[in-house]
């Protein structure tokens, strides 16, 4: 793979290495449909590979893993340059987001959007490092998210979104955002390697609409 990535550098113009460079230090404006989000206290956007030392480790903690269901544990400093990296290439879910500090840049964790088979769900999720909990970022960065796919994509009727039972914190995010409770089910672990119990929760378009004022999220 390395020499293949060699081999099409070199047979680039001069003026496409320019145009390169400048790509991979904004790769967020090759996802036209997904954003810059920006609300009171945070900035989302694409993940950078400027982000790898705080993603790893902020996401190597048992905490963290074993309520996200696709995340590994131990989370290594390769995991997360895999993980920017199958971003930027879009294969992980339809948008990921990397949560910042709007007042330094400083890398808090992450949020997307999946969408479902059907054309007219999708999905979202999140995670945030735990020095960053408990400080009302998750709803901030969730209500961005939120409003961003109501406000962008016509075709969307409904969001769903997922906890795990034990997850109080998650459930109270999830609350808060005008979500509706649809029934429990079992979910895969990757850092547990079994299934777990979770809940499914789900925000249809008329109901946000009557939930606007919830912030001023841009």
Known sequence: MQGEL???????????????????????????????????RLVMRAPHEEDIDALAHLANNAKVATMVSRMPHPYTANDAADFVWRT??????????????????????????????DGKTVEIGYWLG????????????????????FRTRQDVDQIDARCRVMNVASRRVIQK??????GSGLAASLALGSNVPVEWYRLDRKTWMSLRSWGNIA
């Not at 879009?90 to 999946?114: L, P, Q, R, S």
């Not at 735990?130 to 961003?148: I, K, R």
């Not at 955002?177 to 649809?182: I, L, M, V």
């Open 6 to 40: 060699l081999r099409a550098d070199q047979s680039r113009s001069p003026r496409e290495d320019q145009r390169s460079s400048i790509e991979r230090l904004r790769p967020e404006r090759l996802r036209t449909d997904c954003p810059v989000l920006l609300s009171e």
């Open 88 to 117: 930027r290439n879009g294969e992980i879910g339809k948008c990921v987001y990397a949560i910042t500090k709007a007042e330094n840049g400083a890398f808090i964790g992450c949020c997307g959007v999946e969408p479902h088979t």
């Open 130 to 149: 735990e020095p960053y909990w408990n400080q009302g970022y998750t709803t901030e960065a969730c209500h961005a998210l939120v409003d961003m796919v």
């Open 177 to 182: 955002c005008g979500f509706q409770f649809q």
